[in-house]
């Protein structure tokens, strides 16, 4: 296959990857085919024949977690009827054992932990949020609000272990609707954020909302319908009598034509805008059910209707708790307006200047609370809350997360076939205990099974060249290559870990420099055969939110242990690409066995020809605490290679290196100077005090190295900070990341 092709064909992948791009619709066809021929019973879904499993969340009037609760506390009946508790834990939401948890309470084996890999403490979590912001419905007003939260949150009050997503209805957002730790992305996704609510653009002064279209085609409000046909009669001046102040209801008429046609459009207008943000949050909970453990989607909006009479509107808002409770995602629901002094918009007609209709007025009350009826549901059916008149996003978001943060994990034997089916009702109640409040879904689902992968064992197609009008038809086996590299979330039937960093190179500009990694012992080999091998196909890419790639495809031959005992294998690759922000994906794919892995990360790139001062990535090495030392007593010469996984023995020393470009000259040369903190849970653990950088003969590119002890460190995640400040042009520059000790 030549290179020219290859690109091409990772150019279609990628498309997947681009178009994909708008995140919310990014779902299997075959899955969501499948989800949407399963039935949709109103209260318990069977999880499988034996158990059912109810996450509970107990909460006191502060809206604190009640820790300590017994089994025999919890009180669980169907239809009245009390059931017996088979299993029951408490869980911390995203730890490391909670996927384990899971699956046993499904009555299903846990996934094995993978060797060598310690567990962090209990308190050590990686939350999964995702923002929907509905800007189909949110006004400009409550916009600016709901982007200065999410911002004060990714500064603020994201830990670096957290996942985060920023996704809209529109899909305004593109390409960096997607999880990440990283601050530059969650800001540029923010960035994005703009007015797409829909109006109706009449530009006169008698308004007709949603709410009041509504009223008069749904609920026939013929005291609305009247005003509105009079105040648009004097306005456009219709009728023999409009100039003479003739208001009686005949001359009115003859406006109604025209009324009749808004009402229509908005009408229109409303359920296709509706219908589409439901669906767009639907495929955002059906993408979320390949993820493990509890995720919490927070909605924000100014709210919407929901009518039985607008065809469509209904179903589609059933479709989204069908799937967020068979996706096991809670959802907070958040009012963007702010705190709301009344019941409802009112139309006062003694406001409108171009007529006066005495003490003739109508008033609207209630707009509000329907539009925030949908929010409610919402957030009732999943297991959430809502969060209505309050002008204080950023604080429910937090009081969300402290709630969601722990929760208990039933598990019950079904006694009949109606239970099983979930045609019954559940509720759970905490015995001797009616100040508490218990919060769980109406409906528990299966959780969707991976795919299942088939080996490679017959012999790939030749090709011949090709050319772009003629195309020879893709192999299933590169397909499901292309695949795994676009898939949603990692694939991790053959774990897989990546690092990159950048560097500036003086002949080859920017270079993206990427590390992999997997264990030996997840691949197809024989330890007792001498002779064995195995090849694995490797493709990766690195794509930019302007559709730029570079790319790269190549095979990897892997012996087994008996020559090579280390217990993972490592390999390195280099893209040359420009300034951005871009998004590295690699996929893997084992021949023998047919299992295929995927990683991703995201990195951005300044122009370091134009800023002035700034720092490369930073590279993690680890040296063993038995590795010797030089005869000065000094590990500097020893060659250490890059941590892929960026995991670290306590008692080891982590090593990290970076490159200063574009320092200001000096009579005695640059006068940079580095600090680096190590942060945990955004607070710092521990502090090295500044060190200047060595010079050398290019001022344009100085090399800086040091070393970490991570004795005094427990274990968990922790935040490497390094900031480093050219002294004199008075400029700084950081760069971080993140590690773990073990």
Known sequence: MNMAFCKRRLAQGLLVIVSLASFVPMIHSQEADRLKTQDRPTDVIRT????????????????????????????????????????????????????????????????????????????????VLFFFLDDLHTSPASLARARKALLH????????????????????????????????????????????????GYPGKTQISEYMASQIEDYKNRQLLAYLMEATKVEQQMGPGSRHGDHRPAASYSSLPFIENRINQINAQARITTVGTLDALKGLMLSSSALTGRTVVFFLSDGFLVSERKSGVLEALQAVTDAAKRSGVVVYTMDA?????NTGSAVDVSSNDFADFSNRKVGLAGEIAATQEPLKRIAHETGGRAILSSNAIGDGILQAIRETSEYYLLAWRPDSEAQRQGKQRLQVTIK????????????????????????????????????????????????????????????????????????????????????????????????????QKTEVDVVGVA??????????????????????????????????????????????????????????????????????????????????????????????QQPITVDVDHRFARGSA???????????????????????????NRQPVMRIAPVKVPLTNDVARLPYWSEIAMKDLPPGRYVLLVTATDQIANRSASQRINFIVE
Not at 170 to 186: I, K, R, Y
Not at 187 to 195: S, V
Not at 337 to 341: E, V
Request: glycine share 6%.
């Open 543 to 636: 794509v930019d939110d302007r559709g730029q790639i570079a790319s790269f495809k190549q095979v990897l031959t892997v012996p087994d242990g008996s020559s090579q005992p280390e217990k993972t294998v490592v390999w390195n690759q280099q893209l040359n690409v420009k300034p951005g922000l871009y998004q590295v994906r690699v996929a893997v794919r084992e021949r023998s066995s047919g299992r295929t892995g995927s990683a991703m990360q995201w990195i951005e790139l300044p122009d370091t020809v134009t800023t002035p001062f700034v720092l490369s990535s930073l590279f993690l090495g680890e040296r063993k605490e038995d590795l010797p030392l030089t005869a000065s007593g000094s590990a500097a």
């Open 654 to 680: 982590l090593r990290f290196q970076t490159y200063v470009y574009n320092a200001a000259p000096g009579q005695q040369g640059a006068d940079v100077s580095i600090e680096t903190q190590v942060l945990r």
């Open 432 to 531: 001797d205990r009616p100040e508490l409040r218990v919060r769980l879904r109406n409906n528990v689902y299966q959780p969707m099974s991976p795919p299942v992968v088939k080996a490679d064992n017959h012999e790939r197609p030749k090709r011949t060249n090709t050319t772009a009008e003629n195309i020879a038809p893709i192999s299933p086996v590169e397909l499901e290559l292309i695949h795994t590299l676009g898939s949603l979330y990692p694939e991790k039937a053959l774990p897989l870990a990546l690092s990159v960093g950048f560097v500036s190179a003086s002949n080859a500009g920017l270079v993206l420099k990427l590390s992999m990694q997997f264990d030996r012992q997840a691949l197809d080999l024989d330890p007792e055969s001498k002779d």
């Open 153 to 200: 949150f990714v500064d603020d009050q994201m830990n670096p272990n957290d996942q985060i997503a920023i996704v809209s209805s529109s899909g305004q957002v593109g390409f960096l609707q997607q999880l990440t730790n990283e601050p530059a992305v969650l800001h540029a996704a923010i960035a994005r954020l703009n007015n797409k609510q829909v109006k109706e």
């Open 337 to 341: 307006r702010g705190t709301s002094f």
């Open 48 to 127: 499988n024949t034996e158990l059912v499993q109810t996450e509970v969340m107990v909460l006191d009037r502060q809206g604190h977690f009640v820790d300590g609760l017994r089994p025999e506390q919890f009180e669980l009946t169907l239809n009245g009827t009390k059931q017996s508790v088979s299993f029951f834990e408490k869980v911390a939401t995203g730890s490391q054992t909670e996927a384990a948890q899971l699956a046993v309470a499904r009555g299903a084996q846990p996934a094995k932990k993978e060797r060598n890999k310690l567990e962090l403490p209990s308190d050590d979590h990686g939350r």
